[in-house]
């Protein structure tokens, strides 16, 4: 098992999903949302309704340009599908769309389960452990993973605002979604927790323990590599809801109906301050140096670090042509300190995934350094190997 071994052959495997507007099989999210259960499992979301008479597709919706809407539909989303509490969010944080965000989930589970061997059932239960990078103050990864497979999480975040307000989420969804108390240090006895990440440089370096384990790393990294690029996609964005939101104005003065029920005619973007982006997010959410092919890079080169502690690295990539430039650093790039090793962990294999919802199109890049036989050796020894479906 020695890390500079090179008798693996290192193997692709490219896992296309379905249609770009089709989610995850298991995802309960398809079709159109039945709008009178979400009103029921959070009632201000009513204030928020399309009705059927009044939207393009003829049926209830809400108007996606305003951000109080978004963010009441994904705590109703959560509230009714995912038993969440008190899902709040601080001024300006991101308002991540729940529907994609479970399907990062979902295809996790599958490749845990694949790991696993033939014939092995769905990895469920606390065994599993879940590493979210930059969870952000909507703790989304951990929320739906605990919720959907009974899984634990830690979780990591930078900014003092978002980690305080997901140890708040957490703390509020302790017993009825995470079913233990929550901890913190690198050497608590706990179950989930979130960690702060002291080092704004580093991605997975810091925050595990060096006898700690887990079994998979996931992480949506700031897409953008400025804030002015930000900016211009951004615009190109609400430009085109706007275009959407007027033309349902012009068949039944959508807008200012919406804004009457309100109880008021300032849009909601006035009441969020910037109002630009609909999904909101701070800074360190949207954007780094280099964007996320630079993140995903010091991810790569962070993880040969951890090659023994962890089953499969993942992060999300917004962008197709991004895919070719993150998977040439896995094998070229040097550990977290720096250094170039001529021996050292090897990537034993990668997977890309291919997801889609909507218009919108991205992928989920995983690696290994363990090869199958380690795989299935690893889910035994953590305990959650089992036969089934």
């Known amino acids: 098992r020695g890390f500079g071994s090179s008798c693996f052959k290192v193997t692709t495997t490219p896992l296309r999903t379905r249609s770009r507007a089709n989610l995850h099989p298991r995802n309960g999210f398809q079709g159109r949302y039945d709008m009178g259960a979400l009103v029921g499992a959070c009632p201000e979301l009513a204030n928020h309704i399309i009705p059927a008479r009044e939207s393009r597709g003829g049926q209830d919706t809400v108007d996606f340009a305003n951000p109080l809407a978004i963010k009441a539909l994904n705590r109703a989303l959560l509230a009714k599908d995912y038993g969440v509490h008190d899902w709040n969010l601080p001024a300006g944080k991101l308002c991540p769309p729940v529907p994609g965000r479970a399907d990062y989930i979902h295809h996790l589970a ?25 969870t952000g103050a909507s703790l989304i990864y951990p929320l739906l993973g605990a919720s959907a497979y009974g899984w634990s999480f830690l979780a990591s975040e930078v900014d003092p605002a978002s980690l305080e307000a997901a140890r708040r989420l957490m703390a ?25 990440q002291p080092d704004r440089r580093k991605v997975l370096a810091g925050v595990l323990g060096p006898e700690e384990e887990v079994d998979f790393v996931m992480c949506n990294p700031p897409f953008f590599e400025s804030a002015e690029a930000f900016k211009k996609a951004n615009a190109r964005k609400v430009g085109n809801l706007k275009k959407n939101q007027k033309a349902r104005a012009g068949r039944g003065g959508v807008a200012s109906r919406a804004a009457s029920r309100r109880g008021g005619g300032e849009s909601a973007g006035e009441k969020e301050g910037a109002g630009s982006n609909n999904f909101g997010g701070a800074d360190s959410e949207l954007w780094c140096p280099g964007g996320e092919v630079a993140f995903a890079g010091r991810m790569a080169a962070e993880s040969k670090d951890l090659a023994r502690q962890c089953l499969w690295f993942s992060t999300l990539v917004s962008r197709k042509e991004n895919l070719p430039k993150i998977r040439a650093q896995l094998s070229s790039s040097p550990a977290a300190d720096g250094r170039r090793p001529r021996s050292g962990p090897r990537v034993q294999a990668t997977k890309v995934i291919e997801m889609g919802q909507g218009q919108k199109t991205s992928s989920i890049l995983l690696w290994t350094y363990l090869d199958s036989k380690e795989q299935g050796q690893w889910a035994r020894r953590r305990g959650w190997a089992r036969e089934g479906r």
């Not at 389960?113 to 979210?132: I, K, Y």
């Not at 901890?183 to 989930?192: K, L, P």
């Open 110 to 134: 599958d490749i845990l389960r694949a790991s696993a061997g033939p014939g092995a059932a769905l990895p469920r239960g606390r065994q599993v452990r879940g590493f979210d990078v930059g």
């Open 172 to 196: 509020a969804n302790q017993d009825a979604i995470f079913g233990g108390e929550a901890g913190g240090g690198a050497g608590a006895e706990v179950v989930s927790e979130v960690r702060q």
